[in-house]
């Protein structure tokens, strides 16, 4: 704040032993004397005190989210609290303010102390007339508490004689706007204080804008396109609605940023769009598509397009959120591209959002209007209609942001030593994804219809044995009237009280599940009820005409690097049920094809052996045996023949919970199991695989030396948690430090996988196509004649994906639906 003012040319006065009302008060009476009209402005009311017919007292409050100003001078004090400024003082002292500090008298509130002061006047009064009070308690509070009235009365009054003077003429408000202000304010991110700088006082975005220029003229925008290509680099941000492209921001340099607008709401102009073309080809414009039938002649839109289209092989393209824009670019290894939304994310992927402001502000210190605030929830389509001249200012910005700020995120990357992870691995998946998504896979209505008829009939079935044991009808999915069923009626033991009732959490019923089947079967019941909301009444609303879903695949939404699925969520489909995994079902291959499944088998086990180098882990995988049953064998001292089913699950839960940085209390809880047994199965663990512990201690020591951990492609995972003050929270951070560069590398793996298959299938001429991946496996929609081929090229790319000192293997299947191929 002092900083803030400082910069604002704003006067700080300060004086050791005085709080701030007994500055104000002083400076409000000296300069009433001097004949001055005075506001003081505060959120404090003990300032109330001070009002006068000259001094007005400005309370900000905000309401719904509006700042409102509440003006007292005296005469306004006593409409509102039938007090004069100087009884507010007693007022505050018989009924205390505990943000203050003030004490005030036990049993004394607000109304009390009021009625009291507009009866008897004073404080001093109302001990003189105390016994006349007829409510006991407050009558003996008083009594017992003078001394509280006395002190809180001595707290509340504000001093205004204090030893202070000001210099009215340096505190004179003026030049507040300075560049120091305008620099540190974009800093901040005060977006809505930038708009009151004037443009010539300071170089503000306004600067970047003037330059900015919107071109109709289509010899102009070709003009433009030729000129990128000569100079070979460009910011470029195209409007789209769907296939059609309306327009695109260009910016070639400081002063180069147009606006080209290939709609124009006419005919000759009209609006672009482009036709895949068939497989192996590239995509065509529409009027091309027109010629080659012989119905139209090729137009000049239609030569925009193509010019567009040919940039972006010829010409390094910065742009933001690329994946959205491909439709309209080249679709090649050899185009050369740079998404901004993308580099920052590797800079920092715990960030919750990566706009075009945002980078922006981060990356160019400027601020500019974000499209949230400009455009609410309105389309980019219906801004075009409705906001036109706006939308076009922001696409500029789009455009000089993702070339200037490329630039710089650029060095950046290369600063972290992500510049390798950028160019090979983040940018070729960005084209991956968009291909996968393009084509979608296909779903049977009919059978995701019946499969929700099956859960709604296992759901009833669940529905009626719940309530017969409990022996009353009541609402399931309430929490209130299940806990009060289970812990209360029916005395199950082991309910955890909260404010609201009986806590009925997953952790809390999974314990119960196993000695009582009412239990057992709501947990059954919740399952199946997501299962018929998420999936067989979520999924139909994404069913294309095609009778395809087409998800979106995200490569920066998590901070390990893992790409995640939305609209709809296909990666989180359920796999514990048997009625669960029969989801799959309903997905299926087009005619003439199968499902080729590939799966990494324990990927992330795998990377930690090769990552910590311990020789015991990476011989157990050499040994090409059951890895849970050999480290049972080791951590129990068990042979391995002799190894029971309950050490094996034990091995297992202590296997996948060391990848995931596991506690002794959570392994305790996992394997339900005493913390002691726990912490020694960990320990036992760490003397059988040494290296293992040796290698998570030293990601701690990295996290906290750096605040970050890399995996072994370089993706850098910060761990702010390490400098927490809280212990809970920097437990946490170590967990962090030490998963994230094994699941970060896992990560990793599968997108080069990915990469590797999907060049593959295009170099070889196949017309099999990878639609889906979900963690650690990849969905080919596989030509039949070319079952052998896609069989060679899934085990060869993904076994070859990464060198490690353990084969990666990798578990394939084929089926005619989902189901069948997992």
């Excluded at 007292?57 to 905000?62: F, H, N, S």
């Excluded at 499969?451 to 309530?467: F, M």
């Excluded at 695989?689 to 040796?694: A, G, I, R, S, T």
Aim: aromatic share 8%.
């Amino acid at each position: 704040m002092k900083e803030v003012l400082k910069a604002m040319n704003v006067v700080i006065m300060e004086h050791a032993g005085l709080e701030a009302d007994d500055i104000l008060g002083t400076l409000a009476k000296r300069a009433e004397q001097e004949g001055m009209a005075v506001s003081l402005v505060s959120g404090d009311r003990d300032l109330l005190q001070i009002a006068s017919t000259h001094i007005k007292i400005r309370i900000p409050k905000t309401k719904q989210g509006r700042t409102e100003i509440e003006d007292y001078y005296a005469e306004d004090v006593e409409r509102a609290y039938q007090v004069t400024p100087l009884q507010f003082i007693e007022l505050k002292a018989l009924m205390g303010d505990s943000s203050d500090n003030i004490p005030g008298v036990p049993k004394v509130g607000e109304k009390t102390a009021s009625a009291l002061m507009v009866e008897y006047g004073s404080l001093e009064n109302i001990y003189e007339h105390v016994e006349e009070i007829s409510k006991k308690s407050v009558r003996e509070s008083l009594k017992e508490n003078r001394h509280l009235a006395d002190l809180s009365k001595a707290l509340a009054t504000i001093r205004t004689d204090s030893d202070i003077t000001l210099d009215y003429e340096a505190a004179k408000a003026e030049g507040y706007f300075t560049q120091e202000a305008y620099n540190l304010f974009k800093q901040l991110e005060f977006r809505n204080l930038l708009g009151k700088f004037e443009k010539d006082e300071v170089a503000t975005e306004k600067n970047i804008a003037e330059s900015f220029q919107n071109i109709t003229d289509r010899d102009q925008i070709l003009k433009i396109l030729k000129k990128a290509e000569k100079k070979g680099e460009a910011g470029l941000f195209l409007l789209t609605d769907r296939d059609i492209l309306l327009g695109f921001a260009i910016c070639l340099g400081k002063s180069e940023t147009y606006f080209c607008s290939v709609d124009q709401g006419t005919e000759d102009v009209g609006q672009l769009s482009l036709f895949s073309g068939t497989d192996g080809q590239e995509p065509m414009l529409k009027e091309n598509w027109d010629n080659v039938h012989g119905t139209v002649d090729i137009s000049l839109s239609g030569e925009i397009c193509n010019m567009i289209f040919r940039l972006s092989e010829t010409a390094q393209i910065a742009a933001f959120d690329i994946k959205k824009q491909y439709y309209f670019l080249q679709k090649q290894d050899t185009a050369s591209y740079f998404d901004i939304l993308i580099g920052a994310y590797l800079l920092n992927p715990l960030k919750n959002d990566y706009d075009i402001e945002a980078i922006a502000s981060e990356h160019l210190q400027i601020m500019i209007p974000g499209y949230a605030e400009t455009f609410g929830k309105m389309l980019p389509a219906d801004a075009w209609k409705h906001k036109r001249e706006d939308l076009i200012t922001y696409y500029c910005y789009g455009a000089y942001t993702s070339l200037y700020g490329g630039k710089i995120i650029r060095q950046k990357l290369e600063e972290s030593k992500m510049t390798w992870l950028m160019e090979e691995v983040e940018m070729p998946l960005s084209l991956v994804l968009y291909d996968m998504e393009k084509e979608g896979v296909e779903v049977r209505p009919d059978e995701l219809k019946a499969y929700g008829d099956a859960l709604v009939s296992r759901i009833q079935e669940l529905e009626t044995s719940i309530h017969k044991q409990a022996e009353m009808e009541f609402n399931i999915n309430s929490p209130k009237q299940l806990g009060e069923v289970l812990f209360e009626r029916m005395q199950i033991p082991g309910g955890k009280k909260t404010k609201t009732g009986f806590s009925t959490a997953a952790d809390v019923l999974e314990k119960l599940a196993p000695e009582y089947p009412i239990v057992n079967d709501i947990l059954e019941y919740r399952g199946l009820v997501k299962l018929k909301s998420t999936y067989a009444d979520g999924l139909a609303v994404f069913i294309g005409d095609d009778k395809r879903i087409h998800t979106s695949f995200n490569q920066t939404i998590t901070a390990t690097g893992r790409i995640s699925s939305t609209e709809p969520n296909l990666q989180n489909i359920p796999m514990r049920m048997e009625l669960g995994r029969r989801i799959r079902k309903v997905f299926v291959p087009k005619e003439g094809c199968i499902f080729m499944d590939a799966d990494y088998s324990q990927i992330e086990l795998r990377v930690l052996a090769h990552m910590s180098d311990d020789e015991q882990l990476i011989e157990a995988y050499h040994m090409h045996q059951d890895i849970h049953r050999i480290t049972a064998a080791k951590v129990f001292h068990t042979p391995f023949d002799e190894v029971t089913d309950l050490q094996r699950r034990n091995a297992k839960a202590v296997n996948f919970g060391i990848v995931y940085g596991i506690s002794s209390f959570g392994l305790s809880q996992d394997l339900s199991i005493s913390r002691k047994e726990a912490d020694e199965y960990i320990k036992q663990y760490f003397e059988t695989y040494p290296k293992v512990k040796e290698f998570l201690d030293k990601q701690i020591k990295k996290a906290r030396k750096n605040g970050y951990v890399t995996t072994m492609y370089g993706r850098r995972r910060p761990v702010p948690e390490m400098k927490s003050s809280n212990f809970m929270q920097r437990s946490f951070g170590e967990r962090i430090a030490m998963n994230s560069p094994i699941q970060g590398t896992a990560a990793d793996i599968i997108k080069i996988a990915m990469i590797k298959v999907w060049r593959a299938l295009r170099e070889e001429g196949l017309a099999s196509r990878l639609i889906l991946q979900v963690h650690d496996e990849l969905l080919i929609e596989t030509v039949k004649e070319e079952e052998e081929t896609v069989r060679r090229i899934l085990e060869e790319n993904m076994r070859t994906a990464a060198e490690l000192k353990v084969i990666l293997e990798v578990d394939l299947h084929v089926g005619y639906n989902w189901y069948e191929a997992k």
